[in-house]
């Protein structure tokens, strides 16, 4: 029976010096020299990440998932995909026009299931039988329980003058294609709005996001910084802001803005998963593990809690079997790696999940018993 890990996993690790020293540390070094870390820190996007996909498999389930109240696109929302005779397929996060993508499905039946802090689940049942594509719409309705976790643009201000509201409309009305062409497309619209009314709060975040997307990072900056300085309530604005620096490798700005972001919304998984990859990052420069104890703690900390809003959330899992490969525990990191390829059996890391578990094994084979 596995032992569950708590908060104080890291404090309990530390204080075992002696097991530490001989065997565990022993079978990390080990274990870590042979195998290498999974690297997922700052190259995983907290939109969608790419697949790899056999070409003989053609399929694919794309939609689109809204807020029922406002009608906004529900961006950072998981999504998951399960066939009716293989289990998991996959997950994906929606991007910002609130669109998710699986592809390379062979013809099936599948059940796509949309989750999310405060709003009811839902389901929908595809076949790929007699068609290989289908197109789904999901509506994300409150369940009453608490506060949900909604997009800061879904309430737009009332003294927002008509001009500048029906150029804002257009502009979502573009980023909800999805399509890139679209999204540059939509900053005319984004900027003749906020030139219309400056103190626009969801348009300058639109317009900060989609610079993001299209990889223009300084516009983003100056024009999320502005967000926050409208609305400094703003948690999306931060929480993006994080993601900006994130992608930037600026590890202590990433920290201070998702710190930020995460007092105002502290049930974002997505938020608590992206400051523990910056923590993860910034232990990953110190090789001496007593000096990054810290950061890995913090990181720890971060997983432990994206986890417990999502536990099917696979990107933390992954993260999480590499800290606690990092400090020794290789069994543990087998273990949340297995759950990793159970969510994401056609994720991007997948196969050098698969690998690691099998070196894992071995290693852990190779040791005399106690």
């Known amino acids: ?62 939609g689109q998932i809204r807020y029922a109240e406002g009608g906004q696109p529900a961006f950072d929302i998981l999504v998951r995909c399960d066939s009716f005779n293989s289990g998991s397929c996959g ?37 790929l ?120 490798k600026k590890d202590e700005e990433a920290e201070k803005s998702l710190l930020q972001g995460l007092q105002i919304e502290d049930r974002s998984f997505q938020g608590h998963l992206s400051l523990a990859r910056v923590y993860w990052s910034l232990a990953s420069k110190i090789k001496d593990d007593t000096q990054a104890r810290p950061y890995l703690e913090k990181a720890y900390n971060q997983v432990y809690k994206a986890l417990a809003l999502d536990p099917n959330l696979a990107q933390a899992h992954l993260l999480k079997g590499n800290l606690l490969l990092r400090v020794g525990r290789a069994a543990d990191a087998q273990h949340e790696f297995g759950e990793y390829l159970r969510l994401e059996p056609k994720g991007a890391f997948a196969e050098q999940a698969r690998v690691t578990v099998e070196k894992i094994k071995k290693a852990l084979e190779s040791q005399p018993k106690p």
């Not at 022993?26 to 790899?52: F, K, N, T």
């Not at 699986?102 to 802090?117: C, D, E, H, K, W």
């Open 1 to 62: 029976m596995r032992t569950k890990l708590s908060g104080d996993f890291f404090e309990a690790i530390f204080k075992a010096e002696g097991e530490i020293k001989t065997r565990m540390v022993s079978l990390m070094s080990h274990v870590v020299s042979i195998i290498g870390l999974i690297v997922v820190a700052a190259s995983i996007s907290l939109a969608q990440e790419s697949r790899a996909i056999p070409q003989t498999l053609s399929g694919q389930i794309t």
């Open 91 to 127: 997950q994906e996060m929606t991007d910002r026009s609130g669109r998710f993508r699986f592809t390379g499905l062979s013809p099936s039946q599948y059940t796509i299931s949309v989750r999310a802090p405060g709003y009811l689940e839902q389901r929908q049942d595809v076949e």
């Open 129 to 248: 039988l007699t068609s290989p594509s289908a197109n789904l719409q999901f509506q994300l309705r409150s369940d009453g329980s608490a506060k949900p976790t909604t997009s800061d643009s879904v309430v737009v201000d009332s003294n927002v003058p008509g001009a500048a509201k029906k150029e804002f409309d257009q502009a979502a009305a573009l980023v909800a294609t999805g399509k890139k062409e679209s999204l540059a497309d939509s900053i005319h619209h984004l900027e003749k709005a906020v030139s219309i009314y400056s103190q626009f709060v969801q348009a300058n975040l639109m317009l900060g996001t989609v610079y993001m997307d299209l990889g223009q990072w300084e516009k983003a900056e100056q024009t999320l910084k502005r967000t926050v300085e409208l609305d400094p309530k703003a948690a999306n604005a931060l929480l993006a802001l994080g993601e900006l620096y994130l992608r930037q």
